[in-house]
Every structure is written in C-alpha cells, then in structure tokens.
C-alpha cells in the first residue's frame, strides 16, 4: 500500500474493518483537483456496486454526479440521494467563499430535494436520513452506501456549534446503521474550534494535498491509535 511510519497491514486490516462496520472520514483538503481525487476515491471504485447520497453546499448537483463510480450521471432513486444546499441563506464570510457559477442544473425527483437555508438542521436532517434509509433499504452490503458532505465549512459560519455538533452526530451515526462509508470535506484546521470540537465524531481523518510526484494522503485513525505517514492517492 505504500504506507510508512504505521505496519500497512494494520492499517490496512483496521480500515477494512471500518468499511464492514461502517463508518465516517473528515477530509482536510483544499477545494481543487486534490479533494475531488478523495471524494472520487471515497465514492468507491470503478466496478464495484454503490449507492450515493449528497449533502452538497458548494459544488453543482452534476459535478457531484460525475464524481460517483466510472462518472455515471444517472438519476436512479434506487441508488442516489441527493440534498442541495447550494441556494441556501448563508453568512457573508461563508458566501464570499463559495465559487460563483455552481448553479445546479434543473433536477426533479425522488432523489433530488433543495433546501435554502442552513440553519434549519431538522428539516435537513429528516430529509438526508428519508435519502439514506431509502437507498440504503435492508439489502445493502456493508461499504455499499456512500455518503458525502462536499463542504462542511458554510455550516461553520451558520449554525452554533452545539447545534451543528448534534446534527454531525445524527448524520454520521446514520450512515454507520446502515454500515455505509461517509465523508465530509473541510478546508479548516481540525486541530482549531469549532472543528476541533467535531473531529472526535469521525472515526478517521484524512489530509490531502499534492506534492511534485502528485496527490498524496495521511491517515489518523482515532480508535485504533494509528496515524500514517504521508503516501500516494492512487
């Protein structure tokens, strides 16, 4: 696997196990090609079966769609959900960080609902469990639901950190009843509040960034005490 500072195997045998069980990951990358390699990454492999849920307040709805397996775009209520918080009310700071130009594209159905406003966490709560629990279903193997949040950060700046501390709990604990695999990206240090506070929440962390020989990653697995030294994301 490529990964020094930690025995691979452990790593490996410790992570596959978080897969079977289910599980959560806080992604620390900068937007760009090197969150994008993560998320793709973390939706599943080409070839292998997944269904997908979306939270998303930064990215489009179709820029989502082509990160899932082999960039399929279909619209399939069986295996996709999607939130999106991309129109919603947010605070100056948060605004002025979004990219202009993420405007989804007109999407109805069973797998698609808006929301246009990030404070109200009940209401996005129900809607990504109603999305998780239907695609999920009883039939799912372990690993097979995928969840992304692809930008924790505007809730940073909307929501009181109690608040967004008990939605991240619900959210994350949802997934790992389904034994699916969620990820949620950040651009903040997780080492400084509010993020800090939430980190504990996630069963890994993972650091991206790229280097001159490319894309590279670091793990922190919290339970089991390992933290890898920086290799490869291929």
């Given amino acids: 696997m490529g990964v020094s500072g930690t025995d691979s195997t452990t790593f490996s045998r410790e992570l596959a196990a978080l897969k079977r069980r ?5 992604v620390v990358a900068d937007r760009g090609h090197e969150s994008t390699a993560a998320c793709e990454r973390l939706l599943g492999g080409v070839g292998l079966e ?25 619209r399939d209520p069986a295996s996709l959900g999607v939130v999106d918080a991309t129109g919603a009310i947010r605070t100056r700071s948060a605004a002025a960080s979004t990219p202009a130009g993420n405007e989804p594209s007109p999407a109805i159905g069973a797998w698609y609902d808006a929301v246009d406003t990030l404070d109200d966490l009940t209401t996005l709560y129900a809607l990504l469990e109603d999305h998780v629990r239907r695609v999920a279903r009883d039939d ?10 692809d930008a924790l950060d505007p809730f940073l700046d909307a929501v009181d950190p109690e608040s967004l501390f008990r939605f991240v709990h619900l959210l994350t604990s949802t997934v790992r009843e389904v034994d699916g695999m969620g990820h949620v990206h950040t651009t903040s240090d997780p080492r400084r509040d509010p993020l800090a506070t939430l ?18 990653q670091r793990w922190e697995l919290t339970d089991a005490g390992i933290e890898t030294d920086w290799f490869p994301l291929d």
């Fill in 50 to 74: 997944r269904r997908h849920v979306f939270l998303t307040t930064d990215a489009s709805v179709d820029e989502l769609l082509a990160r899932r397996t082999a960039g399929t775009h279909e």
């Fill in 140 to 149: 799912a193997d372990p690993g097979e639901l995928r969840f992304c949040l």
């Fill in 199 to 216: 980190e504990p929440l996630f069963d890994a962390t993972v650091h991206v960034d790229a280097d001159t020989d490319g894309v590279r």
């Fill in 22 to 26: 289910g599980c959560a990951v806080l």
